[in-house]
């Protein structure tokens, strides 16, 4: 649906929009519209007003884009992906946002329940000066506010595998597996919305290659910057959760071999008394201790001993 459609002079917002003919093209005179999981006919009108690349439009259409920018005739089309921590679900959100560039418009188009570009629009509209600076402006806005959240995200995961960490070291259980790629499977996906956007704020902060104005690029080198972060810490979060899933499948193998220890102990000492049960249940009719007056309360002691000698053996080496 169509969310916003207004015309900007000078950081001011006014009424009405001039046709795309008649709007002069000085970056301080521009329109900006915002669309949120449009429907065909309604990206195919904006497409018909700014003569959208078909391509690009496609992409818009069907979402699911990689981070990327890319050149179109007269204006530049970006995807960026946005994401949200979800406190219920202790996952990770991921919508997009996409955005047609040029010298007098910017067209966004929101998939998923983000805010950062109504959010980026009400905070543009008080501040004049930089909201007079263009279109461009208006993207370094929308960067800066994906990268900040990105930034709020890692936050979140980070404290989730800190506590998985600190479950891992207390209680070992092979339980916390399934937390653990479930964590990996979330930071994956982040890494798909962060990595990719590298190669994207590269070119638009670029000094020769970019097409935002000169003064822009160096916010764009900046929100880069905050970027390049957010995925060294990915990384270390990764290796993070591969080094707590080794440390808990070790510790659960660990767990099991004592287990076993412990039941190859009591095993041995119960075989001494089932051994003797055994050969004495055969009901032979020459046995030596059968006339002997202290041959069973013998036999019962020498098993008990030789029980209690096996117990110490296996308690001197930690088996039980």
């Known amino acids: 649906m169509l ?40 990206i195919e009108a904006v497409a018909d007003e700014f003569s ?23 204006s530049w089309f970006v995807v960026f992906k946005t994401v949200k921590y979800v406190e219920e679900r202790e996952d990770v959100a991921v919508g997009e946002v996409m955005a047609f560039v040029a010298d007098d418009f910017i067209v966004t188009v929101r998939h998923g329940d983000s805010t950062a570009v109504d959010e980026v629009r009400g905070s543009l509209e008080t501040q004049h000066e930089t909201l007079g600076a263009g279109p461009w402006a208006v993207l370094y806005q929308l960067a800066d506010r994906v990268v900040d959240d990105y930034e709020s995200v890692v936050r979140h995961v980070e404290d989730l595998i800190a506590d998985v960490q ?15 790629f479930h964590l990996k499977r979330e930071l994956l996906e982040f890494r798909h919305a962060v990595i990719p956007l590298q190669s994207a704020l590269d070119l638009l902060a670029d000094p020769q290659r970019s097409p935002a104005p000169p003064e822009r690029r160096p916010y764009f080198r900046d929100v880069l910057d905050h970027l390049l972060r957010v995925g060294d810490r990915i990384r270390t979060l990764d290796d993070l959760l591969t080094s707590a899933l080794n440390v808990n499948v070790s510790q659960v193998g660990m767990r099991q071999n004592e287990d076993m220890r412990k039941i190859s102990a009591w095993v041995a000492i119960v075989a001494v008394p089932t051994m003797v049960a055994g050969i004495y249940g055969m009901n032979f009719e020459h046995m030596p201790e059968l006339q002997w007056r202290w041959g069973y309360p013998s036999v019962l ?9 096996l117990y110490r053996n296996f308690k001197r080496r930690n088996w039980l």
């Open 166 to 180: 600190a479950e891992v070291f207390d209680r070992p259980s092979s339980t916390h597996a399934g937390t653990i």
């Open 3 to 42: 969310v916003d459609r207004a015309r900007y002079e000078h950081g001011y917002r006014v009424d009405g929009a001039a046709p795309t003919a008649d709007r002069p093209k000085d970056g301080a005179s521009f329109l900006w519209v915002g669309l949120a999981d449009p429907t065909l006919a309604e």
């Open 52 to 74: 959208l690349h078909p391509l690009a439009v496609e992409d818009a259409i069907e979402a699911h884009q990689r981070p990327k920018i890319e050149h179109y005739g007269d």
């Open 301 to 309: 002691g020498l098993t008990v001993l030789a029980c209690f000698g």
